[in-house]
């Protein structure tokens, strides 16, 4: 079974500060690795996504995140955060089974809440 | 291109009655999957459906069901509503195949069951 968490349900940070959203996850294979962002009534919205290759993947908005297959997880980083940045971050995992299809399992959710 | 649509947007119903939701993927979008999201539960997977068949489901009673049409248009439908049910029921689209492309998700439908 794969499995996503997202150690802290919060995380507030000074704007112009350095933003980091952990994420450590579990899955049987290798895995499919994406971070979405939800703003208040909203659907999710794709930042960036791990399939293979470089460890270190660069998405939207400035965002980018780490792979590290040793401690099974991928931090969602943004060097310089902006108060619109503040919204829902949820990590997502699939499991490289073709029998899995386009199942995600997320984590729980960070809200990050970024103050001027 | 125009984004995934889904319809309605909010929806109120009794306890005891069925709901049909629908979804319009990102043209050229084969797979459609269904989530619901409540501040209890976070995110959980409902089913895909992949070029009309369903192609992965979640752990989800048999209430809930879906369906994808010829142009991969999708409804899901659940019947004998619980006051549990009250959610917001996301759709997501996505190229399909293996499963290494992104998903697009939709604004959600916010089901409220009283």
């Known amino acids: 079974?794969?499995?996503?968490?997202?150690?802290?349900?919060?995380?507030?940070v000074a704007e112009g500060n350095p933003l980091t959203v952990k994420c450590t996850y579990s899955v049987s294979g290798n895995p499919y690795l994406f971070w979405y962002v939800q703003y208040p009534n909203r659907g999710l919205q794709f930042l960036l996504k791990y399939i293979t290759g470089d460890n270190l993947v660069k998405g939207s908005y400035g965002f980018e995140a780490e792979?590290?297959?040793?401690?099974?997880?991928?931090?969602?980083?943004?060097?310089?955060?902006?108060?619109?940045?503040?919204?829902?971050?949820f990590c997502a995992v699939r499991d490289i089974l073709k029998a899995a299809g386009n199942k995600l399992t997320f984590g729980g959710g960070t809200r990050v809440l970024v103050k001027p | 291109k125009a984004g995934?649509?889904?319809?309605?947007?909010?929806l109120i119903k009794t306890r005891g009655q069925q709901v049909t939701l629908?979804?319009?993927?990102?043209?050229?979008?084969?797979?459609?999957?269904?989530?619901?999201?409540?501040?209890?539960?976070?995110?959980?997977?409902?089913?895909?459906y992949f070029s009309e068949t369903q192609r992965n489901k979640g752990n989800f009673p048999?209430?809930?069901?879906?369906?994808?049409?010829?142009?991969?248009?999708?409804?899901?439908?659940?019947s004998t509503l619980e006051l549990g049910d009250s959610a917001l029921y996301l759709c997501a689209s996505s190229l399909g195949g293996q499963g290494n492309y992104e998903q697009y998700f939709g604004p959600g439908t916010r089901l409220t069951v009283t």
């Open chain 1, 67 to 89: 792979f590290n297959k040793s401690q099974t997880s991928f931090h969602l980083k943004k060097p310089s955060a902006l108060v619109s940045d503040s919204a829902l971050y």
């Open chain 2, 4 to 10: 995934v649509t889904q319809t309605p947007r909010y």
């Open chain 1, 1 to 12: 079974a794969q499995s996503v968490a997202q150690p802290e349900d919060q995380v507030n």
């Open chain 2, 62 to 78: 048999g209430r809930f069901s879906g369906r994808q049409f010829s142009n991969s248009r999708s409804e899901m439908n659940v």
């Open chain 2, 22 to 48: 629908s979804c319009s993927p990102i043209s050229g979008h084969r797979s459609v999957s269904w989530y619901q999201q409540t501040p209890g539960q976070g995110l959980q997977f409902l089913f895909e």
